[in-house]
């Protein structure tokens, strides 16, 4: 309630002064069609009362959207989320729908929620609830258009609208003053390893790259197109050679197991000791969640400490979770 009186409150404040995008946004009017990231379309016939997010993504924005308490089932293995845990416990008592390699369609089904959010990998469980009457929206927030994408989504078949905007508007504050602060400094090639394994990254199509690059980094693996995660060698890495290592949040490895790496002994981010590893006891801002653009403000001062202090980074992050979740990241240590 906090959360809406707060959106509220700040879109009569630009409306007053004529400016600002929440006076361009549009309350739903139901019934309403939308075109998911399948290329369905959709009709909602009304305001869904009842919601199942079958992905993490999508369920850490239904937070941020203040929906959770219309929540009724959630992916699997809630309660590994530390954001769920800090922002809405209470999700993590809530029945399973499993996961997109085993969605419980029966689960789904019994819950009778007015409105389903599943990722795009879970197109036929879609279609066989739709065939049950219910409503589904797939969602494949891959990068940063179409996160955003996602989110108006969401936000306009559940009326919230002014609650997303305000959302949006702070990922693009943000977006604005990184572009002002890293203006022609210089760009590090930097490596992005992945959750399993040290010799797997994204390419530039991948939302990861998105992040380096608002960093003021370069992705050293940009030449690689698949919009998956790839298996490279440590040849390919050693020709690479990048000036930053940063471990995916989740890695299984730690920043010592690459540091001490043989193979590995000559490559400049190691010589140099610039090994890190994305912090990650909110959520994974190394993937498309809504405070993804956190990733960037953190990473920003770790590849240009000249430009930014630790406390400016720490300043945004406790204001973000402040703002959409209701608590403070730097008391959570």
């Known amino acids: 309630m906090i959360k809406r009186i707060l959106a509220v409150f700040l879109c009569?404040?630009?409306?007053?002064?004529?400016?600002?995008?929440?006076?361009?946004?549009?309350?739903?009017?139901?019934?309403l069609t939308l075109t998911d990231h399948a290329g369905r379309e959709v009709v909602i016939e009304d305001e869904p009362e009842t919601l199942v997010s079958g992905y993490y993504i999508s369920t850490s924005l239904l937070i941020a959207l203040d929906l959770d308490d219309r929540l009724v089932g959630v992916e699997a293995k809630?309660?590994?989320?530390?954001?769920?845990?800090?922002a809405a416990p209470e999700l993590i008592e809530l029945p399973s729908v499993g996961t997109a390699k085993e969605f419980d369609l029966e689960g789904c089904?019994?819950?009778?929620?007015?409105?389903?959010?599943?990722?795009?990998?879970?197109?036929?469980?879609?279609?066989?609830?739709?065939?049950?009457?219910?409503?589904?929206?797939?969602?494949?927030?891959?990068?940063r258009e179409l996160l955003r994408e996602a989110i108006d989504m969401?936000?306009?078949?559940?009326?919230t609208q002014q609650e997303a905007q305000t959302l949006l508007d702070f990922a693009a504050r943000q977006e604005t003053l990184l572009a002002e602060k890293l203006d022609g400094a210089e760009k590090p090639k930097v490596y992005l390893a992945g959750n399993s394994a040290m010799l797997s990254t994204a390419g530039d199509a991948m939302y990861q790259s998105d992040m380096i690059r608002l960093a003021g980094g370069v992705n050293a693996a940009a030449e690689?197109?698949?919009?998956?995660?790839?298996?490279?060698?440590?040849e390919q890495l050693l020709a690479w050679d990048p000036d930053y290592i940063i471990l995916a949040s989740d890695a299984s490895y730690t920043v010592e197991d690459v540091l001490n790496d043989a193979n590995l002994s000559g490559l400049k981010a190691v010589v140099n000791g610039c090994v890190y590893q994305l912090p990650s006891?909110?959520?994974?801002?190394?993937?498309?969640?809504?405070?993804?653009?956190?990733?960037?403000?953190?990473?920003?001062?770790?590849?240009?400490?000249?430009?930014?202090?630790?406390?400016?980074?720490?300043?945004?992050?406790?204001?973000?979770?402040?703002?959409?979740?209701?608590?403070?990241?730097?008391?959570?240590?």
Not at 16 to 31: I, Q
Not at 78 to 86: C, N
Not at 154 to 159: E, H, L, M, Y
């Open 224 to 234: 690689i197109t698949d919009p998956y995660w790839v298996e490279i060698s440590y």
């Open 109 to 143: 089904l019994a819950l009778k929620p007015d409105l389903v959010i599943l990722p795009l990998k879970l197109k036929n469980a879609a279609e066989t609830l739709e065939q049950m009457g219910v409503d589904v929206l797939l969602v494949n927030p891959e990068n």
């Open 78 to 86: 809630a309660d590994k989320r530390a954001i769920y845990r800090l």
């Open 12 to 31: 009569l404040t630009l409306l007053l002064g004529c400016c600002g995008s929440f006076a361009e946004a549009a309350l739903a009017d139901y019934p």
């Open 154 to 159: 969401i936000a306009t078949a559940t009326g």
């Open 281 to 333: 006891k909110a959520e994974a801002w190394d993937s498309p969640v809504p405070g993804g653009i956190l990733g960037s403000v953190w990473l920003a001062e770790v590849l240009h400490p000249e430009l930014f202090t630790e406390a400016e980074p720490a300043a945004v992050i406790d204001e973000y979770y402040e703002t959409f979740y209701q608590f403070t990241y730097s008391e959570n240590e």
